[in-house]
C-alpha cells in the first residue's frame, strides 16, 4: 500500500459512454497527477495539479477531462472515448520541493470498445 | 528536461548482484536521481533516491560518481520477485514536478 488508492480497478466502457476514475491521497500531499501507460510503453504523463491547480496539461485531447476538488482527491472525467485509449491510468501524488517523490496508485484498467 | 539512457533489459540469477547503470549526462545542479520499480499493471514504486556519492537502504544502493553523469543502482542478491521493470529519473530541481518516464530496463532473474 502506497497510501494512493484507485477506483475503479477495471473498467470497460462503450464509445458512447461517459465514466470517471477516482483517486484519492492519504499521505499530505500537495500535488497529484494523472499519467497512461499503453500496453510495452513508457508512462505519459496527462496532468499534474499543484496546491488544487492545475499547472501542466500535456496536450491532453478534451474527452479527458481533470478534476481535483480537494488536495487529497482526483478525478479523470471520460467520454467519448477511442479503443486506442484502451491503458492502465495511473494517479500520483507527492509534496512539491527539492527532493519530491511522487507515489503511485495501483492504476486503473481501461479498456474502450 | 533533461532525458536519462538506460540498458533495455538484463538478466540475471537467483542470489546474485544485479548493477543497472543510467547515464544522464545533461543533469542539472539540483537535480535528483530517483529510481523507481514497476511489476506488470501495477503503478510504479520509489526505491530510492539520491543527489551524490552513495545512498543505501533496505532494498537498494545508489552509486552517483562525482560528476553526477551517471548512477548504478545495486540489488544485492535478487530473488524471483525482484523480476520487474526499473526506471531511473531525474526528480526536483528543474524537473518542476515532472517525471519523464522512457523505456526503463526490464530486469528478468531466472532460479
Known amino acids: 500500500e502506497t497510501g494512493v488508492t484507485q477506483t475503479p480497478r477495471h473498467l470497460v466502457m462503450g464509445m458512447t459512454n461517459k465514466k470517471s476514475l477516482k483517486c484519492e491521497q492519504h499521505?499530505?500531499?500537495?500535488?497529484m497527477y494523472w499519467y497512461k501507460q499503453s500496453a510495452k510503453k513508457p508512462l505519459e504523463l496527462m496532468f499534474v495539479?499543484?496546491?488544487?491547480?492545475?499547472?501542466e496539461n500535456n496536450s491532453v485531447p478534451s474527452r479527458f477531462s481533470p478534476e481535483c476538488p480537494n488536495s487529497s482527491h482526483l478525478f479523470l472525467h471520460l467520454h467519448t472515448l477511442q479503443p486506442e485509449d484502451s491503458a492502465l491510468y495511473l494517479c500520483?501524488?507527492?509534496?512539491?520541493?527539492?527532493?519530491?517523490?511522487?507515489?503511485f496508485g495501483p492504476g486503473t484498467r481501461l479498456l474502450v470498445l | 528536461l533533461a532525458k536519462t539512457t538506460q540498458p533495455i533489459s538484463m538478466d540475471s540469477y537467483e542470489g546474485q548482484e544485479v548493477n543497472i547503470t543510467c547515464s544522464h549526462n545533461?543533469?542539472?545542479?539540483?537535480?535528483?536521481i530517483t529510481w523507481y520499480q514497476q511489476f506488470p499493471s501495477q503503478g510504479p514504486r520509489f526505491i530510492i533516491q539520491?543527489?551524490?556519492t552513495k545512498v543505501t537502504n533496505e532494498v537498494a544502493s545508489l552509486f552517483i560518481p562525482a560528476d553526477r553523469k551517471s548512477s548504478t543502482l545495486s540489488l544485492p542478491r535478487v530473488s524471483l520477485s525482484d523480476t520487474a521493470v526499473y526506471y531511473c529519473?531525474?526528480?526536483?530541481?528543474?524537473?518542476?514536478?515532472?517525471?519523464?518516464f522512457g523505456q526503463g530496463t526490464e530486469l528478468s532473474v531466472k532460479p
Open positions: 500520483a501524488s507527492s509534496r512539491r520541493g527539492p527532493q519530491e517523490t511522487q507515489y
Open positions: 499521505l499530505g500531499h500537495n500535488a
Open positions: 495539479y499543484s496546491l488544487e491547480e492545475r499547472v
Open positions: 545533461n543533469i542539472a545542479t539540483n537535480d535528483y
Open positions: 539520491g543527489y551524490k
Open positions: 529519473l531525474l526528480s526536483g530541481g528543474d524537473q518542476g514536478g515532472k517525471l519523464i
